[in-house]
């Protein structure tokens, strides 16, 4: 992840290199509780993509 400043803004940029998600699951993943077949069931709940898609519909344009 990298990030920089320029004319007020900040631009961040994220490269993920993972395997990514089934196009049938792409919607489903924002919504809460949702793990997707993780098999760690100790580590979180499903809460975060959900959270921050609320949070930058949230945001003014």
């Known amino acids: 992840m990298t990030a920089d400043a320029a004319d007020g803004a900040v631009r ?12 049938q699951n792409r ?14 069931t100790t580590d979180g709940v499903g809460l975060g993509l959900a959270l921050s898609r609320r949070l930058v519909e949230a945001m003014p344009e």
Not at 12 to 23: A, F, K, S, T
């Open 12 to 23: 961040i940029r994220v490269v993920d290199h993972g395997p990514g998600i089934p196009e």
């Open 27 to 40: 919607d489903r993943v924002f919504m809460p509780f949702q793990r997707l077949g993780d098999r760690q």
